[in-house]
Each structure stands twice: as structure tokens, then as C-alpha cells.
């Protein structure tokens, strides 16, 4: 067994991204400034998108593009129950209502086809997830919303460098919410963009992430600014800073090195688990993409063994081997399934995945020694309590 613990993730941090940081505490100049405006140009220039906003969090992106989609009182937005809170959560603070579609099972996306049978009068938006970092089949979610007029927006949180069928993630006809959260592919420590082809609806975005200021505190108070500015509408305080986007300015070129390495360590669990029975393994989807593999989730098949997903979590972290939940899903949560009076039988995928499904340690800097860790660790729980 391994001396020391294992976390399921940790951030791939260099000496270019400190001193970067270092450099920005210098200069006096740490909120929203030239290297958040660098780091903007750099996403454009790699996703190939004409449009993103850097915003402090991809949860304050979901939420001012709802809003300045004008989604509120009255609407519905169709997402998947297989998803973190804030997806969700967003569409009830602006007063929409959150309706649930089931999932695939293996990819564990949204269901195109629930999708469908979701769709009313009062659908205004679809939100996909690309779990884990596999694209969603956007090809007839896209077909959907054109027959039905609805506007899609991906939440991206998983996908920054996720490809469908030879496209990146955020140069569709969509908005696109990226996160660069400490365990996501690439960090900022906090942080988010959104891409979109819509121009008027990224300046709108613009404004509303800072008060709704027609300019930033770095082009009035820099030496070539003025002071003045204009309320445009009322906003909020949504801007990445400048010691935030100088970590990004240089995780981003190693961004398809990382996801190389990601997909090298999911390989070796696929190999290593491919013949245990009390494992689901992650499938891919048949159609051209690109995995950014930002987790490694198999499904504990509880049937299976004389324990539970939770024992299995703690069994792993007994032999130093972290690991985490991604996720339970919506309508496990009371609140949710509340609000939304909805039960496991409105959801069998889902409601299935959520019991069983854990995240395996997958970030760059793991070494072979690591994955081989993970894997005699998974292998000796199994060993253990199978039937």
C-alpha cells in the first residue's frame, strides 16, 4: 500500500504561472487589467471562437447568459439531472424552471431523444453537459433547437479542449461556459469564459459582469483612460482579475499536453478494469470527437459487492488513494427533488449512475508509479468484498 495519499486531483502549477502571479503583485495592478484582456485574446485565438468574456466563474457565466437571454418567470430550460448544482441552480435564480431529461448510459450525456419529449410551449433554452469532458451529440441537439427555437447553451465546465467531430467545444452556434476551477483541465485558482458568435450578446454579458460600467476600471484608471463611465443597466460583480488570468496565460499553451496525458492515464484504467465485472467503465460515443478526459467516473456495480459506493470511496482512501463524486444527480439532492416533485423513476439512468458512480485520481502529474497505485487499490477493494 501506498505511504502517502494519493489526491483525486491537484493543479499542474509551474514556475512560469508564479511568476506571472508574482509579476502581477508587483505592478499594482491586480483586478481586472491587461493580462485578463491577454488571457481573453489567447482563449479566442485557441478555441477559435470571435467572442468570450473572462468572468470570475462559469457558474456567474450560466447566470448572466440567462439573463441576458431574457430567460426568467415563466420559461423552462431542458438540461440533464447528471450535473453539479450550479447548472441548475442558475435556471431557478432567474426564475425559470429547471426540467429535467435522463442520460445515456456509459456516456453518461444527455439523451437526445428525452430531450425531445421534454420540449413545450414554455421551453425558451437546452443546456447539455459534456460530462467528464465527451461531447454531447450536438448535431441533433442543434436540429432540435432550430425546429423548436430554442437557444443552446453549453455548459462547458468539463470541455475546454473537448472536440465534436473535428470542432472545438465553443465555435458552435451556441454559448459556451468554460470553468477553470482548481481540478478542471486548465486553472485560473477561480474562473470562467464564455464564447458565443453573438456579438450583441457578449457585449451584454460584458456589461453585466461589472455593473453594468460601459468601461473597466483598467481602461479609466490606466495612464492613456479617463475616470468618466456610464451605468448602462444594473450588474453585478462578475470580472476575473489580472493575478487570476496570469495563471491562465500559461496553462493555456499546455492545455493539449495535459489532455494528452489524461487520456494516456484513462487508457491504462480501461486496459487494467476492462475484465472486472463490478465495474461499469466510461464508454465513448461513436461519433468523431476529441475526450478532454477532465475525470475518470466508473460505476461501482453495488449488485456486485457487499458494499456500498461510499464504503468504496472510503475502502480507496484507507490505502491512501483519494477519489471524488461527480456527481449525484439533481434530483438526489432534497431540494431538487422537492421543488421539482420528481422521483428515481423519472430517471432511471441518472438515478442508477448516481448510486454507483465515483471519480478516480486523473491530473497530469501523476506518475506511472500513481496510476499503478490506483489501479492495485481499485483491484484489492474489489478482491475484498465481491459476492
Known amino acids: 500500500m501506498r505511504t502517502s495519499f494519493l489526491p483525486f486531483s491537484t493543479p499542474a502549477l509551474g514556475d512560469e504561472e508564479i511568476n506571472e ?10 483586478t481586472t487589467g491587461p493580462k485578463v484582456k491577454r488571457f481573453e485574446d489567447d482563449f479566442k485565438a485557441y478555441i477559435g471562437a470571435p467572442n468570450a468574456v473572462p468572468l470570475s466563474s462559469a457558474t456567474a457565466g450560466l447566470h448572466l447568459t440567462l439573463l441576458a437571454l431574457k430567460i426568467g418567470e415563466g420559461d423552462e430550460v431542458i438540461t440533464t439531472p447528471m450535473t453539479f448544482a450550479s447548472t441548475v441552480s442558475m435556471i431557478v435564480l432567474t426564475g425559470a424552471t429547471p426540467v429535467l431529461a435522463d442520460i445515456e448510459p456509459g456516456t453518461l450525456n444527455i439523451d437526445v431523444a428525452e430531450i425531445r419529449k421534454k420540449i413545450t410551449p414554455r421551453t425558451r433554452a437546452i443546456i447539455p453537459v459534456h460530462f467528464a469532458g465527451q461531447p454531447c451529440d450536438m448535431d441533433p441537439i442543434l436540429d432540435l433547437a432550430q425546429e423548436h427555437g430554442l437557444t443552446v447553451i453549453e455548459d462547458a465546465a468539463h470541455a475546454v479542449g473537448t472536440e465534436y467531430k473535428g470542432k472545438k467545444i465553443g465555435t458552435f452556434d451556441t454559448v459556451s461556459i468554460f470553468s477553470f476551477h482548481p481540478n478542471k483541465n486548465i486553472t485560473t485558482g477561480e474562473g470562467g469564459m464564455v ?13 453585466l459582469k461589472f455593473h453594468g460600467m460601459s468601461r473597466e476600471a483598467w481602461k479609466r484608471f490606466a495612464a492613456a483612460g479617463t475616470p468618466n463611465y456610464e451605468i448602462m443597466l444594473p450588474g453585478f460583480k462578475y470580472n476575473m482579475m489580472d493575478i487570476q488570468a496570469a495563471i491562465g496565460i500559461h496553462q493555456l499553451p499546455r492545455l493539449d499536453g495535459f489532455i494528452d496525458r489524461r487520456h494516456a492515464i484513462a487508457e491504462q484504467y480501461c486496459q487494467a478494469f476492462a475484465g472486472l465485472p463490478e465495474l461499469a467503465l466510461p464508454t465513448s460515443a461513436s461519433y468523431q470527437q476529441r475526450h478532454a478526459w477532465h475525470l475518470y467516473t466508473p460505476l461501482v456495480k453495488i449488485e456486485c459487492l457487499t458494499i456500498d459506493r461510499d464504503r468504496f470511496m472510503a475502502e480507496l482512501k484507507g490505502r491512501n488513494i483519494g477519489s471524488g463524486l461527480h456527481y449525484r444527480a439533481i434530483h438526489h439532492h432534497s431540494w431538487y427533488r422537492n421543488a421539482l416533485g420528481v422521483t428515481d423513476a423519472d430517471f432511471p439512468v441518472a438515478s442508477y449512475a448516481s448510486d454507483r458512480i465515483l471519480s478516480l485520481p486523473l491530473f497530469p502529474a501523476m506518475t506511472e508509479q500513481d496510476t499503478v497505485d490506483v489501479i492495485e487499490a481499485v483491484t484489492d477493494v474489489i478482491r475484498c468484498f465481491r459476492r
Open 195 to 207: 464564447c458565443t458568435l453573438d456579438e450583441s450578446l457578449a457585449e451584454e454579458i460584458s456589461l
Open 21 to 30: 502571479v508574482v509579476d502581477s503583485l508587483r505592478s499594482g495592478w491586480i
